[in-house]
């Protein structure tokens, strides 16, 4: 028996871990890579064709992204995971398929214009890809103990991170030795609207968890994210202006119409038949799956409105864009109105549409509902920028721009130390995964300093012997290794580039000024896009903008 550490080691995105039992291969989650990625992942120790299946935690593209490129190298094993995650993936991953498409063809056209070689660019998978991997989603509902082959049992619970979000136990027997894993999966924050809190563990030998927020406390807000939202809406729309908020498809966008039926219900704002558009295919999608789900998955909250015969998802006013054309009439439309799409970070998608009709409006809201990575559109917004480029095109920022408290959908450092403290018998080893450098090692070391069980942050590669409990192979973080070489030859280039550049501005002494004076401001050009000092999004920094 052994487990092996690919992929969110000491990074939060692109969960991967594969076990060997019995002579069957197989992985918990294989999760796509997404922004800033310190450390690469040294992959599958076997060829993808030899998985014999794999477990699903949850369908969030950073855990269940790679399954179709899985798919496309050859595996026809069985895909795992709780109702309600087989629901969403069945969108979501015809979703990324889609993306992964729209990217390559840009990247192609991109290409032509500046490249004259004859390189194909395709993208990491395909719809197919997609629909195939789709195809072997086997759905087993919550707390069912279920063999999925000889020696390996699984068990999901629900871990309150999304719907159908789940942590697994996995029961392994070879040889007549038994040792019990748990594979945390995202931990849920609690008391999160309509899913259930985290249910708890009783025991394991070992315990895989994440750590994204390892070392941190969420803010905490004086009142309720609903009476915080309710403000929001009224003043922007006494200003006569537009609410637009940027959200993730899956998750948050139903935690906000959930939360804009009970503003409307208890009329909360004095127009309270002011119209809200859910501007994304896929939220519309994922909306229907969540009602399709109630009763396995909502929280006694939520339960009791669906019982008084309310649907907690819709109220009068609730419009739904499908179509391009439907999206672009939105803001042809005058009247003040709420308006949520994706991207939640604002890099893609139907919400650049709109923040190019609304940032400029000082009348009118962004409004944040999550987490916005550095280097994204949303990131220099709430750090307060004057002007951004949208579709080529200088935006002015005159809308107001918010932030709404309470809203991660992960555990904070307490309520990770809270789901492992709720074993009944301390495990023997934690190892502590999806976190970057500082969550993951903090984590850790407060879990052996406070708690006195072995905790560690292994990264990319490392294997760890399941029956003895040692470690086979410690890993070492090679990335930053390499990250330097390449840096290295990359300056060598760039100084042998300025050194060319040089021997032709020689070369052109004596042209025409005019020649002479186009190809100065081209040079000039380039070196502002080049200054370090300078953001390619952020023109100028804007003083005084009200944030929240």
Known sequence: MILQFVGADHQVTGSAHYLECNGKRFLIDYGMEQGNIAYESKGLPC????????????????????????????????????????DLCAIMLRDCAHIQTQEAEW???????????????????????????IKYLVPIKYNELVKVA????????DI?????????????????VHRKMVFSGDIGNKDQPLIKDPEYTDEADYVVMESTYGDRLHEKSESNPVEDLAKIIQETLD??????????????????????????????????????????PLAVDATEIFQKNIYDCFDEEAMAIVKSGINPLTFPGLCLAITSEESKAINFDEEPKVII??????????????????????????????????????????EGVDEVKL??????????????????????????????????????????????????EALAEYVNREMKIPAYAPFSGTVFDIITGEIKYEAEPE????????????????????????????????????????????IISLADKWDPDADPIIEKPRKGKRKK
């Open 341 to 382: 799409s994706a991207s939640g970070m604002c890099e893609a998608g139907r919400i650049r549409h709109h923040l190019k009709h609304n940032l400029w409006r000082p009348e009118c809201t962004i409004l944040f509902v999550g987490y916005q990575a550095q280097g994204t559109l949303g990131r220099a917004l709430l």
């Open 479 to 522: 990335k930053k290794k390499k990250k330097i070489t390449a840096v290295s030859d990359a300056f060598a280039r760039l100084l042998a580039a300025g050194q060319r550049l040089l021997s032709v501005i020689h070369k052109n002494q004596g042209h025409a000024n005019k020649d002479l004076a186009k190809f100065t401001s081209q």
């Open 239 to 280: 200003r006569g202006g537009n609410l637009v908020i940027p959200s993730f498809a899956v998750g948050r966008t139903q935690e906000l119409l959930y939360f804009i039926r009970q503003i409307k219900e208890k009329e909360m704002v004095k127009y309270h038949d002011f119209p809200v558009y859910m501007d994304s």
């Open 150 to 157: 000889e020696g390996v049992e699984i068990r999901f619970t």
């Open 160 to 176: 309150g991170h999304l719907l159908g979000s789940a942590s697994v136990e996995v029961f392994l027997s070879e040889d007549g």
């Open 107 to 133: 990247k192609a056209r991109k290409k032509k214009r500046t490249d004259s070689s004859d390189e194909d660019i395709n993208p990491i998978y395909t719809m197919a890809d997609a629909d195939g991997a």
């Open 47 to 86: 060829n993808e064709a030899d998985i014999d299946f794999v477990i699903l935690t949850h369908a969030h593209v950073d855990h269940s992204g790679m399954l179709p490129l899985l798919y496309a190298k050859g595996f026809r094993g069985s895909i795992f995971a709780t109702v309600a995650t087989v």
């Open 391 to 440: 579709f080529g095109e200088p935006i002015s920022v005159r809308a107001e721009i918010m932030q709404l408290p309470g809203m991660s959908g992960h555990a904070d450092r307490d309520g990770l130390v809270e789901w492992l403290g709720n074993f009944k018998k301390k495990p023997e080893k934690v190892f502590m995964v999806h976190g970057d450098d500082m969550s993951c």
